[in-house]
């Protein structure tokens, strides 16, 4: 799927003629222009002594203003602090202007200072103020335009590994194996083959049917793993330590769908539960207000390498784990932990939201 790639705009624009100088030069080819002193020399340095003051104006807010008190907590700081460097920048731009003005037409500074001075200064000021309102609306533009891009990205992203994720879900397999166990069921006459038709069509109703909605009730996603588990212990002759715990405050509590499924898979996978006697699943489900508690452990061969991984390094523990991280990042930001540890022959999962 095509990514979504930063727009051509006006404020592109802008920014590019930023980068270059080019407004800087017409800055100064204005400035110049409108200037009101006669003398060439003094124009010359005046202008450029006003577009430097602007370019470090400029720099100030962006790096320093914006940066570190544009936030919630400190917009009227931001404010104070906006109306005490504005008016200090433009008097210390005016005293700069007079003094020039001494050197170049050798003027006392008594026949400078006064009424001129004064409207020197208001000229600067009203300029100055100009430029900072323009830089703050440049800012807040291109903030709206990232976070528009950046959600059109996530948007693009989710919707792509939403697919890729469901078209997945039903491990080949296991629904080769699910068929094969109730075609022995039918075969022998087992009273439990109906009941796996039925638990195969549930599956497979969540996975195509309510797994296109962004969020489902707890409730479904429990009768899924419920299934997964019945038909996985179908397979299994004897007695098998699997469990799963449930304490469910609201089972309309909403998860994103197929959340858990991939760590469930994987308990079996690696739990050798049909080789050897002391294999086990323990899953726990639990939901209370607005919090929900995953924990799955199972047994791994004693040789599998031990691990202790948890947010980017989910990475590095399997392809399921990834599509969980993954899911976890698109649905719930940073509200969530995923850990995984193993150790001695166990295998821990802990998702908290």
């Known amino acids: 799927m095509k990514r979504p790639t930063l727009p051509t705009s006006n404020l592109d624009l802008l920014q590019r003629l930023y980068n270059w100088g080019i407004i800087w030069l017409v800055l100064f080819i204005v400035f110049f222009t409108v200037h009101s002193n006669g003398n ?21 807010v962006n790096k320093v203003l914006i940066e570190y008190f544009m936030k919630p907590n400190r917009v009227v700081l931001f404010i104070l602090l906006s109306i005490f460097v504005i008016p200090i920048w433009a008097a210390f731009s005016t005293a700069l202007d007079s003094v020039f003005l001494h050197l170049i037409h050798e003027k006392p500074f008594s026949e400078i ?4 001075v004064f409207m020197a200064f208001m000229v600067r000021l009203i300029w100055f103020i100009a430029i900072f309102a323009v830089t703050v609306i440049f800012y807040y533009q291109r903030k709206e335009n990232e976070e528009i891009i950046i959600a059109q990205r996530l948007t693009s992203e989710k919707l792509d590994m939403e697919l890729r994720y469901l078209k997945s879900q039903i491990n080949p397999h296991f629904l080769f194996n699910a ?13 439990n083959a109906a009941n796996g038709v039925l638990k195969l069509s549930e599956m497979l109703r969540y996975v195509l049917v309510d797994c296109q909605a962004d969020t489902i009730p707890l409730k479904k996603e429990i009768h899924y793993i419920e299934n997964f588990i ?25 998860i994103a769908p197929m959340l858990l499924q991939p760590i469930i898979e994987n308990c079996f996978k690696y739990s050798r539960l049909e080789t050897h006697s002391e294999g086990y699943v323990h899953i726990s489900i639990r939901q ?10 199972n047994t791994v061969a004693p040789n599998a390498k031990s691990v202790a991984v948890s947010g980017a390094e989910v990475k590095k523990s399997g392809i399921g784990q990834v599509n969980v991280q993954q899911r976890l990042m698109l649905h719930y930001g940073e509200s969530y932990v995923f850990d995984i540890k193993q150790d001695n022959g166990i295998y821990k999962v802990k998702i908290e939201l």
Request: hydrophobic share 50%; charged share 20%.
């Open 40 to 60: 060439m020399l003094f124009r010359l340095v005046s202008s450029l002594c006003f577009v430097g003051m602007v370019v470090l104006l400029v720099n100030l």
């Open 113 to 116: 200072l006064g009424y001129p």
């Open 179 to 191: 068929l094969n166990n109730i075609y022995s069921m039918v075969y022998t006459h087992d009273d």
């Open 230 to 254: 019945d038909f996985q212990l179908m397979r299994m002759a004897g007695k098998r330590d699997v469990v799963l715990e449930q304490e469910i405050e609201n089972e309309n509590f909403m």
């Open 288 to 297: 209370k207000g607005s919090r929900f508690f995953f924990n799955a452990e």
